[in-house]
């Protein structure tokens, strides 16, 4: 199951784009009219984070720095220039530097509900959870049923294991978003479906995922989870087809791996070994930033390229600075593939902990239990792993059969 950032979302959207492009046009505008107010400044600065947001380009980001910059010229310490540095931050995932930031925001306004909303993302990204949750109820609490606070929480109840509640709150903000939202809409509707498919409804996924698309032709997010339905129902030349697409409307490192994936699982090896070259090239670049692929690059030496050292060493890189349960399982994931199956477990087990259900979490407890010496306990996780029929469910499946031979 992929990581999920609730704050940003991608989708490149013709009618977004043109509204977003009439914002920056507008902010410009307000700029030359009132060079000495920081608030056109400000607007510049919002329309370029949500462009970044729409193409993942992090360029956008950049810019925004520029214009944050020029607004604190004009006015130092402005509250709602600081807001938008926190966003940017979170953006460009350095996620230590937008926690500190947005504690400093919150002694200066304990009621404001967006503070609230980059306090949760944060913590949830470092994997601070208990932090995070308390920040979404502070949300709720300010505003009852405000969408972002709905989509944080609906995030935090699948983390802790509660799909069910999960779905019922992406489902209230769904019903909350106006339909000209069109960005929105097709984001939440791809959360629902992730919900459902992270817990073996691939149908329901399916629907979910399709309908997205009918909002948001070649909406990136949805073509790679469509892609995952296509990989479980074992329809490997189609799921290609959409990881594709994906990578060409959005290049970034893990889209890249995930279709050299599909194309191994399709028979087309020699373009799978390219694309593994590329995405271990492309992922080495980007390694010491905190904007990476570190995690995918993880699974990338462990399980394809063998070179366990390397998969420790860049595990413990990301573990040095976050313990979300992604990391906690990369990170155990390494330390299995080196041998070092006690901590392994230590690991892994800090983050099932956290109560989250996920296929190939369930999978990797299952493994290192079993190298570890305990078959009972290999065997119960194998089994969950088995149990939510993800395409993740695979291995732990084939793994089961032979402990029964």
């Not at 208990?130 to 109840?157: C, D, F, S, V």
């Not at 970034?252 to 194309?263: C, G, I, K, P």
């Not at 399709?266 to 271990?280: L, M, N, P, T, V």
Request: aromatic letters at 8%; hydrophobic letters at 45%.
């Amino acid at each position: 199951m992929k990581r999920i950032v609730l704050a940003l979302f991608t989708a490149v959207a013709p009618l977004a784009v043109a509204q977003n492009a009439q914002s920056i046009a507008a902010a410009t505008q307000a700029i030359t009219d009132k060079p000495a107010d920081y608030a056109g400044y400000n607007l510049l600065a919002t329309a370029l984070v949500r462009r970044a947001q729409e193409t993942s380009d992090g360029s956008f980001y950049m810019q925004a720095e520029d214009a944050v910059k020029k607004s604190l010229e004009l006015a130092p310490n402005n509250f709602d220039t600081g807001k938008i540095q926190v966003s940017i931050l979170l953006g460009e995932h350095e996620y230590p530097a937008a926690l500190e930031a947005a504690k400093a925001l919150n002694k200066r306004a304990l009621d404001d509900v967006m503070v609230y909303g980059m306090l949760t993302d944060a913590n949830v990204e470092l994997g601070n959870y208990k932090n995070a949750e308390i920040a979404a109820q502070w949300m709720l609490n300010l505003r009852h049923g405000n969408l972002p606070a709905l989509t944080r929480a609906a995030h935090l109840r699948e983390l802790f294991g509660e799909t069910e509640g999960a779905y019922q709150l992406m489902d209230m903000a769904y019903q909350s978003t106006a339909p000209t939202d069109t960005a929105e809409r097709a984001w939440i509707l791809t959360q629902m479906g992730h919900i459902r498919l992270a817990s073996g409804n691939t149908g329901a996924a399916e629907k979910l995922f399709q309908q997205a698309l009918t909002l948001l032709p070649n909406y990136p997010s949805a073509l790679g989870n469509l892609a995952q339905v296509r990989i479980t129902q074992k329809r490997y030349a189609e799921a290609v087809v959409l990881l594709q697409q994906r990578y060409q409307r959005v290049p970034h490192s893990e889209n890249l791996y995930d279709l050299a994936e599909a194309l191994q699982l399709a028979g087309r090896d020699s373009e799978a070994k390219q694309a593994f070259a590329d995405f271990e090239t492309k992922s080495l670049l980007e390694s010491s930033s905190k904007d990476n692929s570190n995690r995918t690059l993880v699974f990338y030496y462990a399980d394809h390229a063998q070179q366990p050292a390397k998969a420790l060493k860049v595990a413990q890189q990301e573990y040095a600075w976050r313990h979300d349960v992604y990391t906690l399982d990369a990170y155990a994931w390494a330390l299995h593939v080196n041998g070092q199956n006690a901590e392994a477990r230590k690991q892994i087990e800090n983050a099932l902990a956290v109560g989250i259900r996920d296929a190939k979490l369930f999978q990797h407890a299952g493994e290192i239990a079993l190298q570890a010496g305990d078959t009972p306990g290999a065997e119960h996780y194998l089994k969950q792993s088995v149990e939510l029929n993800t395409m993740d469910s695979e291995q732990a499946r084939i793994r089961l059969a032979s402990l029964s031979h």
